[in-house]
């Protein structure tokens, strides 16, 4: 087989590739006049190739948008034979229907000059509409979760209040049983105000504003063990690693690290327990890691333990089951992702990735 056969070859896999393409293939001159519509573009736009063929790309420009052909800077980059950034825009169909594109634009070269542009288009319009109406969802959700969380708080207070008033009013005449209830009332009140409470940092969580700053999370484990009664003048069981200086909101960290570890030194064997926090480099930038030799969480549980309410162990470990819920959205919210594993002693190790790091040296 000749060059010319298996050149002649490769063009005509490349066609029909292009024609098989449910996103809108379309070719341009340097002077904006399309030269093909493939049967992606026809479906997408409404046109069929005869009817678009000649015509300047902006006939199917939503008015107002124009200015997107008078782009100096796109327009140096194509001529330079560089590709235009992913972006997307406002298209109108042959129906009148205006549509979100999402479109590639990346120059033709011919013997090292460039002799025209090469667009490929696809229709995201059902995409950012679903999108936008699931951020809409998410935000009534955590108003009527704060609403309902700040409003169930003053009753719960006058509750306690109450019952706290009729035991000491009437103590002496009230029995064992009358004292029972009094204090199961008290608990299943102070537990119905953590989970308030948890509801809360959940909902701030996602509506707080992120103001990132250098974070020196050395310092910042050592204020979260001082708090979980682990200082350096106690016996802690927590070994801690050198730590790095992250970019990160100081005080939604903190609460990931008080969750991890604070979940761990509850987990941990009693015998002996052991729990070690860790950071290393990776491509994604930072993974910390907070790992202790308890019982650890099945695999088929690993990812449903991060959902709100999520809970594996009854009322007789203490919690609200929100912590890693928690945990998770502010993980997600500095751009990282978190997991769980089974850590080195057979526990488990929860980890969590944070992006963008300060390069820098230990930060305790």
Known sequence: ??????????????????????????????????LSWNKGAEEIFGYTAEEAIGQPGEFVFVPGNEQEIADDEAR?????????????????????????????VSPIVDQGRVVGVVGIGRDVTERLRQEAELRRSNEELEQFAYAASHDLAEPLRVI???????????????????HRFIRFTIDGVERMQAVIDDLLAYSRAGQ?????????????VAQVLQALGQG???????????????HAEPTLLREVFHNLIGNALKFAAQSR???????????????????????????EHRERIFAVFSRLHG???????????????????HGGKIWCEESEWGGAQFSFTLPDPVEGSDGR
Do not use: H
Request: a negative charge.
């Open 232 to 246: 350096p003048g106690e016996a802690s069981v927590v070994e801690v690693g050198e730590l790095p200086i992250v």
């Open 76 to 104: 140096r980059k194509l001529l330079a034979g560089e590709r235009l950034t992913p972006y997307i825009a406002k298209r109108r169909r042959k129906d009148g229907k205006v549509i979100d594109l999402e479109i590639t």
């Open 315 to 333: 009322r007789e470990v203490p919690g609200t089951g929100i912590g890693l819920a928690l945990a998770k959205r502010i993980v997600e919210r």
């Open 1 to 34: 087989m000749s060059p010319t056969e298996v050149g002649a070859d490769k063009l005509a896999v490349l066609a029909a590739l292009v024609e098989a393409s449910s996103d809108a293939i379309v070719c341009a001159d340097l002077e904006g006049r399309i």
């Open 273 to 299: 327990p052991q729990v070690a926090v860790t950071a290393r480099r990776a491509p994604v930038g930072w993974v910390f890691s907070v790992a202790d030799n308890g019982p650890g969480v099945p695999p």
């Open 208 to 220: 707080a504003e992120l103001v990132l700053q250098p974070v020196a999370t050395g310092t910042l």
């Open 160 to 178: 306690a209040g109450f019952v706290e008033l009729l035991a000491q009013r009437y103590g002496p005449q009230l029995d064992e049983e009358a």
